[in-house]
């Protein structure tokens, strides 16, 4: 409200920024509530051989698609093997594939972004038509196309996913370093003769790091959740080696007598996905209010 | 506006045509050999190079791209390799089905999205606007196709309400309406999410603007002020994420195909994965990029329609 | 605001008033709805068709010489031809043809044309040309002649036991009999278009969909009770059940499992038809390359395998474990006692399956490379196959793919080990499409299923074709089967029943034993009531 001093804007004003940015962070519920959604999801897929009570892939056909009960807390499946030992190893793909992919992405698509970004305008606007044909196909299309010339496997699906994130980075690395590159002081650099590359890393890359994790943990998100879509696809990580989306997949069958097949693994999806959703949110609300705007 | 409309037609072939290129390197060159990786490393010599000469695989690379574009212009998608019918005439079959669930799932979730957004900005901070950020933010978390299964397992197959395969037929529109309406259900809580969000970020931006704040101060009714000013400002933005929303919409149409089991072009990709025909495969892909590049073109004529003074830039 | 939620509140109630998913039966004039396990069909053309899929509808559509009598594999009777007499030498058959046999309308002939020796002559060559004809390596015994316009004769050139049952209405390469002016005229288009004499004629294709069928008023057995066969493609589980349960299909096709057998046992107003003799399931090893090749390896897998794990986890009231390469119900098959007793049975025992690949060197892994197809009846019991020798230190990698092409991927020797379901009419056939040499996959001389590159016993084989006594013929069957289990060329695993489930409504018009044709058969005398 304006006229209001809030008690905790008093307090802002003694600290350095880096710390106001902290304490807002921490003042931000929904925020903080991401985070450890994400922490929990994190440990489950670390600790995933100590905490499964079960092989994942060890069949039992004696007790198939077996109700939950003090043996099994999630039940079998029609192989017999314990749901919740296959939920808990499945958190160990989304999860690697998720950060992987955003890696990837995040390397490979800042350099490209800053590269078109400090040449000319010419080649910078060739390199951007390129990234921007590739943004233009819906993520599940490209990201199929990239499977079915890849193949199946962890690491595959990493890539596939990491190339699609790719262009998202580039386009907005690219947008960020051209208005940095716009600052005098960087004409001030160019006209006293300094290397692109020295500009690249002296003076443009510090001032994106923060824009650039901010929206790589929001992507991470939808990195997870693309995993999920193309696991439930058939692409990826192969059978019997449970990912959330393939035991979607494999429980439709049995819907009707053991909704929990499927229904649990999307509840993980879920609640990842929310977790660097809200996490993300929350990195935003603090960080520069340049970086608004993509969603 | 008709020069504008002309020019944007013209602009976007050369977009196609790179789309349609990359495609095809993509394809056809990146994983070197697309004949082994359609039969596996174990399949004998001699079957290979028939694959390969049966699709012109062998010919230098220039001709099979001159070979590729023509046959996209002229409209030839290539042929099923089960079946041997025509791939385009499959398509023209299949896509009033995607369109219509697109459709669906864009009106579903604009007119429920935009006044929920609506709702949320007016009454910010206070509780409806959190309980409306967090299930938009659910609505977004949640994969497009676990959405359809949960929605597909209440609704369809505990209350029996609603047909859960298939899309009807045509000829019988309250049967196709019935069919539709599920996935199409599915397709809108996902478009309302993204919408809301928008609206409500857009709806907030220019209810602090100044202006708004002066009208306010001058006595304007609340309601006048909101219908008239802040909303026709608020939803430029709403539209021109519209058209990115819609191909986000396109893209999760494939996973709600497959999940009721409805024909689409969804389902003609897949099978086209599933019978290992690359071919196929890439004209279906370009489809696809034609269907987001016309969307994007149909997007900025519409804006230059609502504000013709960008038909001058 | 709030006019706008109202309006809309009330839009979404009235269409949510309409919801309810119709329960009324399907009366569209007397058609039988029929819902298979495919995603599509791949082609109706007789000669070509292998996919099951295929099968049922061709077992509709066309007719042959000779036929089994419906739901009774083991009669045979004479269908196109009304009666044959055989020479004392045996060499030479001659068939006199129905008069008055009629094909079904197509392009250029709207009221089809009768059926005269020269269709059968055409068809019965067709039948042995392997660019025209799946099973063309098995059909290369004889040559075939019109003697008038309703008499054929057929001359052996070699002896092949059971003859007659090569020339029944039983897919690839038998002796379906088609039109020579509609394969001529209708050239690619034949294969989704298809012409044939029997009870149900093609009317309408939508890929992926439906194909629709109307009933053949000049059918030689009369004209069929049905009004049409509608059948439906619907490779969902579910839906095929909820089809079944509102009354909108009447027949579905079932999943070869226990637990779907008991699940469709539930729906109201239906039935369940589980049907013998069932289709034997076998995996084949390609023993020209390695690592395949060094029988220690096969042998390993062999023991790495249990059998009554896959039977228990189908339900031991579709399947049964089988240990012979000819299935006990054939003449010359061996039940799982007499090949235990020869000490072939490769009875479960990892501990011999480990020994004998540290034998071989292999004692840390092996991969092979299986293509599956993504059909429930193989995928479901090849994951647990998967599985059980993953324990032995065998890595099984699965390429997935749908059926249709699985068969073409599979025929084209992309796939270390096969696995495979066939059901034939008898010991020759397996034999000849499966172990004799000319029958191997791409490189054969006639190629049809040979999967294994196997030469082994191909004199043995020829030798049971000309024997003259059927006690030689059976003994060199016997030795035959015993040279493939010592080479370990194949494994055979358990024989998996049909699974159909139909609505109280549908009476097949015969008794229901064993059934050649895959299905419970949709004849002219077919029923709904």
């Known amino acids: 409200m304006p006229g209001s001093i809030h008690p905790y804007r008093i307090l802002d004003y003694f600290l350095s920024k880096q710390n106001r940015r902290l304490s807002i962070f921490l003042r931000n519920g929904p925020a903080i509530l991401g985070l450890v959604m994400a922490i929990i999801v994190t440990?489950?897929?670390?600790?995933?051989?100590?905490?499964?009570?079960?092989?994942?892939?060890?069949?039992?056909?004696?007790?198939?698609?077996?109700?939950?009960?003090?043996?099994?807390?999630?039940?079998?499946?029609?192989?017999?093997?314990?749901?919740?030992?296959?939920?808990?190893?499945?958190?160990?793909?989304?999860?690697?594939?998720?950060?992987?992919?955003?890696?990837?992405?995040?390397?490979?698509?800042?350099?490209?972004?800053?590269?078109?970004?400090?040449?000319?305008?010419?080649?910078?606007?060739?390199?951007?038509?390129?990234?921007?044909?590739?943004?233009?196909?819906?993520?599940?299309?490209?990201?199929?196309?990239?499977?079915?010339?890849?193949?199946?496997?962890?690491?595959?699906?990493?890539?596939?996913?990491?190339?699609?994130?790719?262009?998202?980075?580039?386009?907005?690395?690219?947008?960020?370093?051209?208005?940095?590159?716009?600052?005098?002081?960087?004409?001030?650099?160019?006209?006293?003769?300094?290397?692109?590359?020295?500009?690249?890393?002296?003076?443009?890359?510090?001032?994106?790091?923060?824009?650039?994790?901010?929206?790589?943990?929001?992507?991470?998100?939808?990195?997870?959740?693309?995993?999920?879509?193309?696991?439930?696809?058939?692409?990826?990580?192969?059978?019997?080696?449970?990912?959330?989306?393939?035991?979607?997949?494999?429980?439709?069958?049995?819907?009707?007598?053991?909704?929990?097949?499927?229904?649990?693994?999307?509840?993980?999806?879920?609640?990842?996905?929310?977790?660097?959703?809200?996490?993300?949110?929350?990195?935003?609300?603090?960080a520069d209010p340049r970086t608004l705007g993509s969603i | 506006m008709i020069k504008y409309i002309a020019k944007r037609l013209i602009q976007g072939i050369p977009v196609l045509l790179g789309a349609a290129t990359l495609v095809f390197l993509i394809i056809r060159v990146a994983p070197g050999d697309p004949a082994v990786a359609m039969l596996g490393a174990y399949a004998p010599e001699e079957v290979i190079q028939a694959y390969r000469v049966r699709y012109g695989l062998d010919d230098p690379l220039w001709e099979q791209y001159l070979r590729f574009i023509g046959g996209l212009v002229k409209g030839d998608l290539g042929k099923s390799l089960i079946t041997g019918m025509p791939v385009a005439s499959q398509v023209i079959n299949v896509l009033p089905y995607t369109i219509t669930l697109t459709l669906a799932g864009l009106i579903i979730g604009l007119f429920a999205g935009v006044p929920l957004g609506i709702v949320a900005a007016v009454k910010h901070g206070r509780p409806p606007d959190t309980i409306m950020r967090f299930l938009s933010l659910t609505g977004l978390s949640v994969p497009s196709f676990y959405l359809g299964i949960v929605l597909l397992y209440f609704i369809g197959i505990r209350l029996r309400a609603f047909p859960i395969v298939g899309a009807g037929d045509f000829s019988q529109p309250l049967g196709y309406l019935k069919h539709l309406f599920l996935p199409g259900l599915t397709l809108g809580i996902v478009m309302m999410a993204y919408v809301t969000r928008i609206t409500r970020a857009s709806m907030l931006n220019v209810l602090s603007d100044d202006y708004i704040r002066t009208a306010r101060s001058k006595g304007v009714t609340r309601r006048t002020l909101l219908m008239k000013h802040a909303l026709r400002n608020a939803l430029i933005p709403v539209v021109s994420v519209t058209s990115l929303y819609t191909i986000i919409l396109m893209g999760s149409s494939v996973m709600i195909e497959i999940v009721f089991s409805r024909p689409g072009l969804g389902k003609l990709l897949l099978q086209a994965v599933e019978q290992r025909d690359y071919i196929t495969l890439e004209s279906l892909i370009v489809l696809y990029s034609v269907f987001a590049i016309t969307i994007n073109i149909a997007t900025d004529i519409f804006y230059a329609w609502i504000d013709p003074s960008i038909s001058y830039s | 605001?709030?006019?706008?939620?109202?309006?809309?509140?009330?839009?979404?109630?009235?269409?949510?008033?309409?919801?309810?998913?119709?329960?009324?039966?399907?009366?569209?004039?007397?058609?039988?709805?029929?819902?298979?396990?495919?995603?599509?069909?791949?082609?109706?053309?007789?000669?070509?068709s292998v996919g099951f899929m295929d099968r049922y509808v061709v077992d509709m559509i066309y007719n042959g010489l000779l036929r089994c009598q419906p739901g009774d594999m083991k009669k045979i009777e004479p269908d196109l031809a009304k009666s044959y007499e055989i020479s004392t030498d045996g060499k030479t058959w001659t068939f006199h043809l129905r008069k008055g046999v009629y094909f079904h309308p197509f392009r250029g002939q709207p009221n089809g044309h009768e059926m005269t020796s020269e269709d059968v002559v055409f068809s019965l060559k067709r039948a042995q040309n392997k660019e025209t004809c799946a099973g063309a390596g098995s059909m290369q015994f004889y040559e075939v002649t019109a003697i008038d316009k309703y008499t054929v004769q057929i001359n052996m050139t070699k002896i092949v036991p059971e003859p007659d049952r090569h020339f029944i209405n039983y897919p690839p390469g038998s002796g379906f009999i088609v039109s020579k002016r509609a394969v001529k005229t209708l050239g690619g288009e034949f294969k989704n278009q298809p012409v044939g004499t029997g009870p149900f004629m093609f009317e309408k294709y939508r890929p992926g969909e439906k194909l629709t069928l109307k009933a053949h008023t000049k059918y030689f057995r009369g004209t069929p009770k049905l009004g049409g066969i509608e059948v439906r493609y619907m490779p969902d589980v579910n839906s095929r059940i909820f089809g079944l349960e509102s009354g909108e299909l009447h027949v579905v096709e079932g999943v070869r499992e226990e637990v779907w057998v008991k699940r469709a046992e539930k729906v109201k107003n239906a039935v369940v038809d589980v049907i013998g003799p069932g289709e034997p399931m076998y995996i084949f090893f390609n023993i020209s390359k390695p690592p395949l090749d060094d029988i220690r390896i096969r042998q390993a897998i062999a023991y790495g395998i249990n059998r009554d794990t896959l039977v228990k986890f189908l339900g031991s009231s579709v399947a049964k474990s089988t240990c012979s390469p000819i299935p006990p119900f054939l003449s010359s098959g061996m039940t799982c006692e007499e090949v235990a007793k020869l000490g072939l049975d490769y009875a479960y025992n990892p501990e011999k399956a480990k020994s004998l690949l540290q034998e071989a060197g292999k004692q840390k892994g092996l991969e092979v490379l299986m293509f599956v197809s993504e059909h429930a009846a193989y995928l479901n019991p090849m994951t647990n196959l998967k599985e059980q020798l993953r324990n032995i230190g065998v890595d099984v990698k699965f390429n997935v793919v749908d059926h249709a092409t699985w068969h073409k991927m599979i025929r084209s020797d992309a796939s270390q080990i096969v696995p495979y379901s066939p059901l034939r009419p008898g010991p020759d056939v397996y034999f000849t499409q499966f172990y004799h040499s000319s029958s191997t996959v791409v490189s054969g001389k006639s190629p049809i299923t040979n999967f294994s590159h196997y030469k082994g016993i191909d004199e043995k084989i020829e030798r049971a074709r000309s024997s003259v006594k059927r006690e030689n013929t059976i003994m060199n069957w016997r030795e035959a089967q015993i040279q493939i289990l010592k080479d370990a060329v194949s494994l055979p695993l358990y024989i998996q029943d049909f699974v159909w489930a139909r609505s109280k409504s549908v009476d097949w018009g015969h008794p229901l034993k064993w059934t050649l044709a895959l299905y419970p058969q949709v004849t002219e005398n077919t029923t709904i009531k």
């Open chain 1, 43 to 286: 440990f489950v897929a670390i600790m995933a051989p100590l905490l499964a009570p079960y092989d994942p892939l060890s069949q039992n056909i004696d007790n198939m698609i077996a109700s939950p009960d003090e043996n099994h807390l999630l039940g079998t499946d029609r192989f017999g093997r314990d749901l919740l030992s296959r939920l808990i190893w499945g958190s160990r793909v989304s999860l690697c594939v998720g950060v992987g992919a955003i890696l990837i992405g995040m390397t490979l698509g800042t350099i490209i972004g800053i590269l078109a970004g400090v040449s000319s305008r010419r080649v910078g606007d060739r390199i951007m038509r390129v990234v921007d044909v590739l943004l233009s196909f819906p993520d599940e299309i490209l990201g199929i196309m990239f499977m079915v010339i890849l193949g199946p496997g962890l690491i595959n699906i990493t890539v596939g996913i990491g190339l699609l994130m790719v262009s998202r980075f580039a386009r907005l690395v690219y947008g960020s370093t051209l208005s940095i590159v716009q600052r005098q002081y960087i004409e001030a650099c160019k006209a006293l003769g300094g290397s692109r590359i020295r500009i690249m890393i002296r003076h443009v890359l510090p001032n994106l790091y923060s824009e650039i994790f901010v929206i790589g943990s929001l992507w991470t998100a939808t990195a997870i959740r693309v995993e999920a879509n193309l696991s439930f696809l058939g692409f990826g990580v192969a059978p019997p080696t449970p990912t959330w989306g393939n035991m979607i997949r494999d429980g439709v069958i049995h819907l009707v007598e053991a909704p929990w097949l499927s229904l649990s693994p999307g509840i993980a999806i879920a609640f990842t996905v929310l977790a660097f959703n809200l996490f993300a949110d929350g990195l935003r609300d603090i």
């Open chain 3, 1 to 48: 605001m709030k006019t706008y939620f109202r309006i809309l509140a009330c839009l979404v109630l009235a269409f949510l008033s309409l919801s309810g998913v119709q329960s009324a039966s399907a009366e569209k004039g007397n058609v039988l709805v029929l819902a298979l396990d495919a995603r599509d069909l791949q082609t109706l053309d007789p000669h070509m």
